[in-house]
């Protein structure tokens, strides 16, 4: 399992975390049969505890990542659906298709994974303080 989605799961400013390679995924059984040792690519999502403010303040302290309208480069991207890839939607056809105000979607680069890791927690760090 990536780095990072091990530490999005330890920090208590995330609420949710989702990645195929996690067991509490429904995809889990897939990816045991589909991939290597279970590692289920570099794309995972989460949602930050304190809504889309959470979710703003966060983005906002990253300094590695790149916040992206879309996820389709070397770098770490980071984005967030509800304002770009489904923000055609009104709220109540985000939510039934499972895609909060607070959700962060995150295509994980090329970066050093210490690196990268140190971006997200000093980012968790000054978005918590900024509260």
Not at 28 to 56: D, H, K, P
Not at 85 to 90: C, D, F, P, V, Y
């Amino acid at each position: 399992m990536p780095s990072v989605i091990c530490l999005v799961l330890c920090v208590p400013q995330v609420s949710a975390a989702y990645y195929p390679g996690l067991r509490s995924s429904p995809r889990y059984a897939l990816v045991q049969e589909l991939f290597t040792g279970g590692a289920a690519g570099g794309m995972l999502s989460f949602e930050v505890a304190g809504g889309v403010q959470g979710a703003e303040r966060l983005m906002k302290h990253l300094k590695l990542c790149l916040v992206a309208p879309s996820l389709g480069g070397v770098e770490t991207l980071v984005t967030r659906p509800a304002t770009s890839s489904h923000a055609g939607l009104s709220p109540a056809e985000r939510r039934a298709v499972g895609i909060s105000d607070a959700l962060i979607r995150v295509a994980v680069g090329i970066e050093d994974t210490e690196d990268l890791m140190q971006d997200f927690m000093q980012a968790f760090e000054a978005a918590t303080k900024s509260h």
